[in-house]
């Protein structure tokens, strides 16, 4: 045997080993990922109170293309605010969150889906758990997170979520489910518990949108630009948008918006909007 074909042999051997150490490192990311959500999942919810049920779907839904939107009058969707007889007692346990990272401010939780995470806001470096984990570790599967920018009471009229789309479902990976119109419909609201309230938004549009930095480019405190910011969402028309017609989201409303990336397209952003419905107090 040629040097060449033996030096072909022995780099196509290294290249197989290094393919096995990835997918082996990969898996055992994964494996580590979800048991240390399992692991922040117990510790937040309270002994007297029950995890969310998940769904874990095999494989995507298909697409649907985006329906036709009639131009509706601009009504404010109405917030119920719901106050308890008793003071209200978060479901979530917050102190014991804080022990792990004082930067936990909130919970989302979408119920029927796996979407049951801290919400984390550093507070000088908006990039900072991109590439960190709740516990403060650099490290995948990151967190879900907001920047600085916003407040951390949801009062402001739009607050960014952000979270990766990892392939084993972890973090923001199965919003792209929300693709499909009828899983929209059946999987519509969106909590996020606060230490002393919680707030129910209703889903009302699923958007690809473009990679731009959304509230550095819109200046939520201004009427018109809170405007401009609907119309770039009610006029969408990529096919793998969806808008549902009701409720209609105004720029008296509040709202959220779920941010994540594309796989195969670096600069667009897949978008899962909601507005505020009920407040629980």
Same mark, same amino acid.
């Given at each position: 045997?040629? $040097? $060449?074909?033996?030096?072909?042999?022995?780099?196509?051997? #290294?290249?197989?080993?290094?393919?096995?150490?990835?997918?082996?490192?990969?898996?055992?990311?994964?494996?580590?990922?979800k048991q240390s959500i399992k692991d922040l999942q117990s510790i937040a919810?309270?002994?007297? /109170?029950?995890?969310?049920?998940?769904?874990?779907?095999?494989?995507?839904?298909? /697409?649907?293309?985006?329906?036709?939107?009639? +131009?509706?009058?601009?009504?404010?969707?109405?917030?119920?605010?719901?106050?308890?007889?008793?003071?209200?007692?978060?479901?979530?346990?917050?102190?014991?969150?804080?022990?792990?990272?004082?930067?936990?401010?909130?919970?989302?939780?979408?119920?029927?889906?796996?979407?049951?995470?801290?919400?984390?806001?550093? +507070?000088?470096?908006?990039?900072?758990?991109?590439?960190?984990?709740?516990?403060?570790?650099?490290?995948?599967?990151?967190?879900?997170?907001?920047?600085?920018?916003?407040? $951390?009471?949801?009062?402001?009229?739009?607050? #960014?979520?952000?979270?990766?789309k990892w392939n084993d479902g972890t973090m923001f990976g199965k919003l792209?489910?929300?693709?499909?119109?009828?899983?929209?419909?059946?999987?519509?609201?969106?909590?996020?518990?606060? +230490?002393?309230?919680?707030l129910r938004y209703t889903i009302f549009a699923t958007v690809v949108y473009?990679?731009? #930095?959304?509230?550095?480019?819109?200046?939520?405190?201004?009427?018109?630009?809170?405007?401009?910011?609907?119309?770039?969402?009610?006029?969408?028309?990529?096919?793998?948008?969806?808008?549902? #017609?009701? +409720?209609?989201?105004?720029?008296?409303?509040?709202?959220?918006?779920?941010?994540?990336?594309? $796989?195969?397209?670096?600069?667009?952003?897949?978008?899962?909007?909601?507005?505020? /419905?009920?407040?629980?107090?």
């Amino acid at each position: 045997m040629s $040097k $060449k074909s033996k030096a072909l042999i022995a780099s196509g051997l #290294l290249l197989v080993a290094m393919g096995a150490g990835y997918l082996s490192y990969t898996v055992a990311s994964s494996a580590r990922a979800k048991q240390s959500i399992k692991d922040l999942q117990s510790i937040a919810y309270r002994e007297t /109170t029950t995890a969310p049920v998940t769904e874990a779907p095999v494989t995507e839904p298909p /697409t649907t293309e985006a329906p036709e939107t009639v +131009p509706q009058p601009e009504t404010t969707a109405p917030v119920v605010t719901t106050k308890e007889k008793d003071p209200y007692v978060s479901p979530i346990d917050f102190e014991a969150l804080w022990e792990i990272n004082p930067d936990i401010y909130a919970w989302i939780e979408i119920p029927g889906t796996d979407v049951s995470y801290p919400i984390l806001q550093h +507070p000088t470096d908006n990039d900072y758990y991109l590439t960190h984990t709740p516990e403060g570790v650099e490290d995948a599967p990151a967190s879900i997170f907001t920047h600085n920018v916003n407040s $951390k009471d949801f009062t402001d009229f739009n607050t #960014l979520i952000y979270g990766h789309k990892w392939n084993d479902g972890t973090m923001f990976g199965k919003l792209h489910y929300y693709r499909d119109e009828q899983y929209l419909k059946e999987h519509q609201m969106i909590r996020i518990y606060l +230490p002393d309230r919680e707030l129910r938004y209703t889903i009302f549009a699923t958007v690809v949108y473009d990679d731009r #930095l959304i509230t550095s480019y819109y200046d939520f405190t201004d009427t018109e630009s809170c405007r401009a910011f609907l119309r770039s969402i009610y006029g969408n028309r990529d096919m793998n948008t969806i808008i549902l #017609l009701e +409720p209609r989201a105004t720029v008296d409303d509040r709202l959220i918006t779920l941010s994540t990336c594309i $796989k195969w397209q670096e600069h667009n952003r897949y978008l899962v909007v909601a507005v505020l /419905t009920n407040e629980i107090t």
